[in-house]
């Protein structure tokens, strides 16, 4: 756990950016949170910076998403920054990443293919009904 201090302006703040569900009572307080959280909230040195400056080494770098490669069954770890590639230029772990990130659970055994038809479908979402067609 790395102890990340608030050095905003408001009164109180929640972590609106991490997902740590942690809140900060004003100015100098310190909470702790993993290294993946710090390493978000550090971008922005406006509102956070770190408690303790030794512990610059274990944030440095970035930040990781943990995944299940369908493939193979394996655990890996691919950079976040990997997900924004588009989606034809993901390795099937980081398809699997990208899926988990958008709340969508695939089965093992789809190719690669079907598992970027299975994204591309759930960020369309549902068709909307057209007029004079019934469900």
């Given at each position: 756990?790395?102890?990340?201090?608030?050095?905003?302006?408001?009164p109180?703040?929640?972590?609106?950016?991490?997902?740590?569900?942690?809140?900060?009572?004003?100015?100098?307080?310190?909470?702790?949170v993993?290294?993946?959280?710090?390493?978000?909230?550090?971008?922005?040195?406006?509102?956070?910076?770190?408690?303790?400056?030794d512990?610059?080494?274990?944030?440095?770098?970035?930040?990781?998403?943990?995944?299940?490669?369908?493939?193979?069954?394996?655990?890996?770890?691919?950079?976040?920054?990997?997900?924004?590639?588009?989606?034809?230029?993901?390795?099937?772990?980081?398809?699997?990443?990208?899926?988990?990130?958008?709340?969508?659970?695939?089965?093992?055994?789809?190719?690669?293919?079907?598992?970027?038809?299975?994204?591309?479908?759930?960020?369309?979402?549902?068709?909307?009904?057209?007029?004079?067609?019934?469900?």
């Open positions: 756990m790395i102890p990340i201090e608030y050095v905003g302006k408001k109180w703040t929640r972590d609106n950016v991490a997902g740590s569900g942690k809140a900060w009572e004003g100015p100098g307080d310190v909470q702790e993993c290294v993946n959280q710090a390493r978000m909230l550090l971008k922005h040195p406006d509102q956070w910076a770190l408690a303790n400056p512990d610059a080494a274990l944030v440095d770098g970035p930040v990781m998403v943990a995944v299940t490669d369908p493939g193979t069954g394996e655990q890996t770890e691919v950079t976040q920054d990997s997900l924004a590639k588009p989606l034809e230029k993901m390795s099937k772990a980081e398809l699997a990443a990208y899926a988990a990130s958008i709340k969508l659970s695939l089965q093992p055994t789809l190719n690669k293919k079907q598992i970027i038809d299975a994204i591309e479908l759930a960020e369309k979402g549902p068709d909307p009904l057209q007029a004079g067609v019934t469900p």
